[in-house]
Structures are given as structure tokens and as C-alpha cells.
């Protein structure tokens, strides 16, 4: 039977003992239209680079592709830096519970329709740290590499997850004056992107403002359409004493919220936000940018009510090779204007004159009648 652990002491020397070490992967998936359009649904990404064959036939890859951001829903990648080896479980939320604290990503190749992909996590390092609001707490970081079928490496992610001693109480949120409501499912269907044009590095200058990205107010629904659309349909196992609504990895539920997640009402997935922030950018470099990494940390918790909005700014451009690189500052701020998010993303760009024409992959399906012998 499988020791309970209770104080950050136990549970530092447990995942120490298996730092370096993956964990066992999942199974191969195949990445499917209607995969990468459940997710973008999840995420309120309507980008048609991700959804409309006829116009991937004509846009760079010639194909469809997945956001960068589908790697989250290939692996959530935070199993390395919840548990590490020990068993889920073996620590109870009520004593020791966790906060998603940041990532780091690097991505090194698209991801396509019709790749077979899965991911390796490691527990990779951890260390003691003291917060504004919790005194003392585990930083636990966990490494996840994600691979297609061919063996070639799609995305690195870190992240880091806040292990502490829970005070059966949510930690300071932003100030809760909720103000005016915006309903989130329009902002979807009314988003304008850059898309086919291209955006030139030539063009971009330090100090430019990305176009805002209104999400609206974060809601119930809004929480299930990624827990279930983004991550994973699958029902839970089992439930904590007094929950009802285990959706969402109980989320939904606002006394589980409160006594076992130390938030003071229903709230998001951490990465939700950062789905977030990878379509600002992605919007804004349209197809022919190619975002090569992402960092950011959440600051405060998004609770079901709150409205947010997504902004960035370039704070950096300079020429590169054949291309340009920018990098971009971006924030997730809510109805008080504070910010709960923040981060930086590195774009490639390129260069005004280049060739844009010379990634077709594959050509276009045409009806045959060639047979095995011609």
C-alpha cells in the first residue's frame, strides 16, 4: 500500500529519488481533422490554417496543420512536475496541493495531419521557494519532449509546478468586481487575422501593438470546452469528499476549488491562458511566421466570471539569415486591468522579396485509375 505524503519535506525527497528518470509513455496517436478541430474549438481558435481544407490547400503547407499549441493537447505535459514518480494520489490535495506556475516551449517542426504522435515526460529538477503569498513551496520542473512517428523531435516543453502546504483557501486573486459580462462564443466567429497576407519582417518595428484578442468572460462553459474538447473527454475516476462536479479535474466544483486547489472559485487550466496568447501571436504573424518558442508565468488566477483580454507589443526585431526574428511581449489582463499572465514569443518572419512557394510538402489528392501495373 502506497504511503500517504504530507509535508514538503517527504514530498521533496520522493520526487528527488526519480529526478532524471521518464516516466512511461502513452500510446501513439493519429493526429485527424477531427482532433485538431476539436481542439481549436476548445481553445476558441478559428484560425482556417487549422479547420478548412480548401483553404490549407492554398496557404504555405498546402495542408492541413494543428496550432502550435495542439502540443497540450498531445500531452498536458505536467505529470512530470505534479507527481515525478511517485503515485498519483499518494498525496492528498488537502495537505500538499499545486499551482501551475510557467513553461517554457521551443518548437522545432509543425504538426501535421496524419503524423502519429506521442510525448516523454521527465521529472527534471526541484527546488524551495518563497512566494508572496506562500511562504514556503516546491518549484518541481518537468521536461516534455514531443515526437511524430518519423523521429523527429515536434516541441520541448517546461514546466513548473507549485507543490505547498494548503490553507483550505483560495490565494489572492484579482480584485473580484467582475463589471460587465461579454459572452466569449461570438469574439470567435468575429476574430479578423492576418492569414494568406504575408507580414514581412521589413514591416515591423519595436513598440508595435499586436491587434488586441478579446476572449470575453471566462465561464463554466469555456472551462469544459477545453478541459473536454482541448485535453481530454474522459470521465474521472474518482472524486475528493464533498465534490460534486468533477469536471474538468474538478475545476467546475467551487468548494473543491477552495479546499483543495487553494483558488477561491471555479478556475481555469493554466495553459488555457497560453492557447491564448499563442493565437495573439500566431494571428498576428499570419501563415507564413513561424513561432519558434514561448515562455510565460501565470501571476494571478482567472476565476470563472473574470474577462479577460489578450495584448502584445514588439519589443525586439532584428535580421536573421534569409529572415527576420521578432520577439514579442504578451499579457492575459482581466476587468481590472491586472495582469494574470505574462510572457515572450520569438517569431520568425520573413524577408520582404522571399520565395514563399517552396513548401509544398505534398501534392494534391487527384482521382487515378492506375492500378498496381500500371
Given amino acids: 500500500m502506497t504511503a500517504t505524503i504530507t509535508t514538503l519535506d517527504e514530498f521533496e525527497r520522493e520526487f528527488r529519488d526519480g529526478l532524471g528518470v521518464p ?57 512530470a512536475s505534479i507527481w515525478g514518480h511517485l503515485a498519483p494520489g499518494s498525496v492528498p490535495m488537502n495537505a500538499l496541493t499545486i499551482l501551475y506556475g510557467g513553461a517554457r516551449i521551443q518548437w522545432h517542426r509543425p504538426i501535421w495531419v496524419g503524423d502519429r504522435v506521442r510525448a516523454i515526460e521527465t521529472p527534471e529538477s526541484i527546488t524551495r521557494k518563497a512566494l508572496r503569498q506562500i511562504p514556503e513551496a516546491l518549484v518541481c520542473t518537468g521536461r516534455t519532449e514531443y515526437f511524430n512517428h518519423r523521429g523527429e523531435k515536434i516541441a520541448t516543453l517546461h514546466n513548473d509546478m507549485l507543490r505547498f502546504a494548503n490553507q483550505g483557501r483560495g490565494v489572492e486573486a484579482a480584485p473580484r468586481d467582475v463589471g ?54 474522459k470521465r474521472a475516476a474518482k472524486v475528493a469528499p464533498g465534490a460534486v462536479d468533477v469536471g474538468a479535474g474538478g475545476r467546475a466544483d467551487p468548494e473543491y476549488a477552495r479546499k483543495e486547489r487553494a483558488q477561491e472559485g471555479s478556475f481555469d487550466f493554466g495553459p488555457q491562458r497560453f492557447c491564448w496568447m499563442i493565437q495573439l501571436v500566431t494571428d498576428w504573424m499570419g501563415d507564413q511566421g513561424t513561432l519558434e518558442s514561448f515562455t510565460a508565468r501565470l501571476h494571478r488566477p482567472n476565476i470563472v466570471g473574470d474577462t479577460n483580454r489578450v495584448r502584445g507589443r514588439v519589443t525586439g526585431i532584428r535580421p536573421d539569415g534569409d529572415d527576420f526574428v521578432a520577439e514579442v511581449a504578451v499579457e492575459v489582463v482581466n476587468q481590472g486591468d491586472a495582469t494574470t499572465t505574462a510572457g515572450t514569443a520569438t517569431v520568425r518572419l520573413p524577408r520582404d522579396g522571399a520565395d514563399l512557394g517552396n513548401e509544398i510538402l505534398f501534392t494534391k489528392d487527384v482521382a487515378s485509375h492506375v492500378g498496381m501495373y500500371g
Avoid: C
Fill in 23 to 79: 516516466l512511461t509513455p502513452r500510446a501513439w496517436r493519429t493526429v485527424t481533422p477531427e482532433w485538431v478541430q476539436r481542439f481549436s474549438d476548445g481553445v476558441g481558435d478559428y484560425n482556417p490554417l487549422y479547420r478548412d481544407e480548401e483553404y490549407a490547400d492554398e496557404a504555405r503547407f498546402h495542408q492541413l496543420v494543428a496550432s502550435p499549441a495542439f502540443i497540450f493537447s498531445i500531452n498536458f505535459g505536467a505529470m
Fill in 180 to 233: 460587465e459580462q461579454i459572452a466569449p462564443d461570438p469574439l470567435v466567429w468575429s476574430r479578423d487575422r492576418r492569414g494568406a497576407a504575408p507580414l514581412y519582417g521589413d514591416e515591423v518595428a519595436v513598440g508595435d501593438e499586436l491587434p488586441e484578442l478579446a476572449k470575453g468572460t471566462f465561464t463554466r462553459t469555456e472551462l469544459y470546452l477545453f478541459a473536454h474538447g482541448a485535453l481530454s473527454t
